[in-house]
């Protein structure tokens, strides 16, 4: 098991960690492969996600929709299977973690990554539509099979040629584990936790009832799947925005500084909560990245499954809706969580904290006076503290709750009696010196992060509402969870159709469901951790495809709005539309 533990922490530190070394940061070569591609695709594409951003939203609108097109889904329905993927714990949590670690600055460079993810998204969806696989077959009773396959690994085969297939293969096995884990199994888990902490509910009930609920639009097929996201989308995303823009409303004379402290803190970061010190400049920028280009999930190869089943004989009409992804994604939906958490101000001040001594939240840590904090390599095998204080002083290692040293510990919950005794980290426990007592607990005055960081802020930002402002998030990380597991099922049975044909897709349901179950129940730290490397090997030979397929990407680019197909559509879809209203 050890040896297990040993080879996934090598594989993840090489996907995730090895890049180029500058100054004393590391810049990992996935974050350079991705911001570089979608650099290089936006300057290939003459920028086309400014100058044909509008015809994404008309195209999206439904105003340009045949039905007698070949596919499974419209346009609006594949955006919004799309984004129940990408719009997720990562809009909440993700966000921010970037600023707890990044400071405020990391929220401008989430913005850059969604602007050059906006090509990288257009390029892939492009090409997953060229070179799908359509059966024009009546599945019936067997629509759950889908009519249509596309994504990364069609057009791997058959746009860079047949001596590429092994790659193709090794992109739709590795994307099928993603689906199964940090697509499914994370979700499940996240939900679960959230249940459990907020009402008490039994992990098991709660991996019964999403397991059930997951799997009953996912036996459905695309159509069923769809619909489903069509309506749980947008509602899930109106939920929090409303939330977040009441509290913008409330603070709107904040706003503009709020702005002014990103654009700042972006170029010439200052002493930070977790990390970020004077002139760590580069330590922002890839905090900022990182989560931008992982939150839209722009150039990773998933989305261009979903888009692949849209209504349409033209790729590039449902390229232009994959721009609206990113821009919903990372400078709608995450800049709203940024501002929440910079706005209330929740993101630099610590609250009143039940210290778990074994919990995964604790960190043992070495301030650093004006460069935040400094993580020990070992953990010290006991911490001496003396009326709530570490006794050794400065320079020697603290208790840290999400990397940020806490400064004073307390033996109960109102902070009236001071910690006197050890801390044994190995352990997971302390020891008082009034008495010898055991325990697992201690308190003091912490910083959030993630999820519960932005919870806590539209809990302050809606105090005067009551509890609505913890129950806005509590419920987005429900909906954002179970649909992004129902989304990730349709890009995992792709991949089994892809690898075996259409009697896989059955089977590979099946198995979703009851990993969507285990999920629910057993701790996932490596579960995440080996979704996390699939995810990352199946984006690099993504990338390497879209650059080599670029040159045919701005070839279609071109013949498309040169023809301007859409505005026969539109004449087709009034048509439609008149006959419908005719007949009744």
């Given at each position: 098991m050890d040896l297990f533990s040993r080879i996934?922490?090598?594989?993840?530190?090489?996907?995730?960690?090895?890049?180029?070394?500058?100054?004393?940061?590391?810049?990992?070569?996935?974050?350079?492969?991705?911001?570089?591609?979608?650099?290089?695709?936006?300057?290939?594409?003459?920028?086309i996600q400014v100058r044909h951003l509008a015809h994404g939203f008309g195209v999206t609108s439904g105003k340009y929709d045949d039905p007698d097109e070949p596919g499974d889904v419209s346009h609006f329905q594949a955006l919004t299977t799309a984004l129940s993927a990408t719009v997720g714990i990562g809009n909440i949590a993700g966000v921010?973690?970037?600023?707890?670690?990044?400071?405020?600055?990391?929220?401008?460079?989430?913005?850059?990554?969604?602007?050059?993810?906006?090509?990288l998204k257009y390029s892939e969806v492009t090409l997953a539509q060229h070179f799908r696989s359509v059966d024009f077959e009546d599945k019936d009773p067997n629509a759950w099979e889908g009519s249509v396959s596309g994504g990364p690994m069609y057009y791997m085969e058959r746009g860079l040629g047949p001596k590429w297939k092994p790659l193709a293969i090794f992109f739709a096995a590795a994307l099928m584990v993603t689906s199964f884990l940090t697509g499914n199994a994370v979700q499940a888990n996240t939900v679960a936790d959230t249940?459990?902490?907020?009402?008490?509910?039994?992990?098991?009930?709660?991996?019964?009832?999403?397991?059930?609920?997951?799997?009953?639009?996912?036996?459905?097929?695309?159509?069923?799947?769809?619909?489903?996201?069509?309506?749980?989308?947008?509602?899930?995303?109106s939920v929090y925005v409303l939330g977040a823009l009441t509290i913008l409303v409330m603070n709107a004379g904040a706003i503009a500084p709020t702005f002014a402290l990103i654009f700042r803190e972006a170029f010439n970061p200052s002493a930070g909560i977790a990390g970020?010190?004077?002139?760590?400049?580069?330590?922002?920028?890839?905090w900022g990245v990182r989560r931008g280009l992982f939150s839209n999930e722009a150039?990773?190869?998933?989305?261009?499954?979903?888009?692949?089943?849209?209504?349409?004989?033209?790729?590039?009409?449902?390229?232009?809706?994959?721009?609206?992804?990113?821009?919903?994604?990372?400078?709608?939906?995450?800049?709203?969580?940024?501002?929440?958490?910079?706005?209330?101000?929740?993101?630099?001040?610590?609250?009143?904290?039940?210290?778990?001594?074994?919990?995964?939240?604790?960190?043992?840590?070495v301030a650093a006076d004006g460069a935040?904090?400094?993580?020990?390599?070992?953990?010290?095998?006991?911490?001496v503290f003396v009326d709530g204080y570490v006794a050794a002083g400065n320079g020697s290692p603290a208790l840290g709750w999400h990397e940020v040293e806490i400064a004073r510990l307390f033996a109960d919950a109102e902070h009236s009696r001071p910690f006197n005794g050890r801390v044994l980290p190995g352990q997971g426990k302390a020891v008082s010196s009034d008495g010898g007592e055991e325990v697992t607990f201690l308190h003091g005055m912490a910083m959030e992060s993630g999820a519960p960081l932005t919870k806590l802020a539209f809990e302050r930002g809606l105090s005067g509402l009551g509890n609505w402002g913890g129950f806005i998030v509590i419920i987005s990380v429900l909906l954002f969870a179970i649909s992004t597991a129902i989304s990730w099922s349709y890009y995992g049975d792709r991949c089994a159709n892809y690898l075996w044909g259409?009697?896989?897709?059955?089977?590979?349901?099946?198995?979703?469901?009851?990993?969507?179950?285990?999920?629910?129940?057993?701790?996932?730290?490596?579960?995440?951790?080996?979704?996390?490397?699939?995810?990352?090997?199946?984006?690099?030979?993504?990338?390497?495809?879209?650059?080599?397929?670029s040159g045919l990407v701005a070839s279609l680019t071109k013949s498309y709005f040169e023809r301007r197909p859409w505005e026969e559509n539109a004449k087709v879809h009034q048509a439609v539309v008149a006959s419908k209203k005719h007949k009744k």
């Open positions: 996934v922490s090598f594989l993840e530190w090489l996907v995730w960690s090895s890049g180029i070394q500058v100054g004393d940061e590391s810049i990992p070569f996935i974050i350079i492969a991705l911001l570089g591609t979608g650099v290089f695709l936006t300057l290939r594409l003459g920028f921010a973690i970037a600023i707890h670690f990044g400071g405020p600055g990391a929220l401008f460079w989430m913005w850059m990554t969604a602007f050059f993810g906006m090509a249940m459990l902490d907020e009402f008490g509910v039994p992990v098991w009930m709660t991996g019964i009832a999403t397991a059930l609920i997951v799997a009953a639009v996912i036996l459905g097929g695309i159509k069923r799947i769809g619909k489903v996201t069509g309506i749980l989308a947008p509602l899930m995303a970020t010190g004077v002139g760590a400049f580069l330590l922002t920028m890839m150039g990773q190869g998933s989305a261009p499954i979903a888009h692949s089943a849209a209504k349409t004989d033209e790729p590039v009409s449902e390229g232009v809706v994959a721009l609206l992804e990113p821009l919903i994604d990372t400078l709608v939906i995450c800049t709203m969580t940024g501002l929440v958490v910079l706005i209330t101000g929740v993101w630099n001040s610590p609250v009143a904290t039940t210290i778990e001594l074994g919990g995964g939240d604790l960190t043992y840590v935040g904090n400094v993580g020990v390599d070992e953990v010290p095998e006991e911490i259409p009697k896989a897709v059955l089977p590979f349901k099946m198995v979703f469901v009851i990993m969507h179950f285990v999920g629910a129940v057993v701790t996932l730290a490596t579960v995440w951790t080996i979704g996390d490397i699939a995810l990352g090997f199946v984006t690099f030979p993504n990338l390497v495809a879209l650059v080599m397929l």
